[in-house]
């Protein structure tokens, strides 16, 4: 049985900083893609960084030097640090995980930024 489970988001000022992380089971984790995703109230679900098994990171230009993705095969379980928040950041954060033709999605992490 697949389970992403993602943890970490909370209420934030802006400037301020949080980590996202998401532990999986049941997957290979080593061999899969992993990505994190952001849904906005009344928007829809976007991508917000992404991260390959050997290592290469991606990231929406929104978050470009401000999060950083990162992941740890031995703990199968990938990161988000986000760091000066903003409020256009709140969002519902999900965790994906890509395998081939096989995509697993967590059920998400809410993050709130004020101003």
């Known amino acids: 049985q697949v389970q992403l489970v993602e943890a970490g988001g909370g209420l934030v000022q802006a400037g301020g900083s949080l980590r996202l992380s998401c532990a999986t089971s049941?997957?290979?984790?080593?061999?899969?893609?992993m990505a994190w995703y952001r849904q906005a109230p009344g928007k829809q679900r976007e991508l917000v960084a992404s991260?390959?098994?050997?290592?290469?990171?991606n990231y929406d230009d929104s978050v470009k030097g401000r999060f950083t993705i990162s992941r740890d095969n031995a703990k199968n379980t990938v990161y988000l640090q986000m760091n000066s928040l903003e409020p256009e950041d709140t969002a519902v954060y999900y965790c994906?995980?890509?395998?081939?033709?096989?995509?697993?999605w967590g059920h998400g992490t809410q993050v709130t930024v004020s101003s």
């Open positions: 994906k995980a890509g395998y081939y033709s096989f995509a697993y």
């Open positions: 049941g997957i290979i984790f080593s061999e899969s893609r």
């Open positions: 991260i390959t098994s050997v290592g290469l990171t």
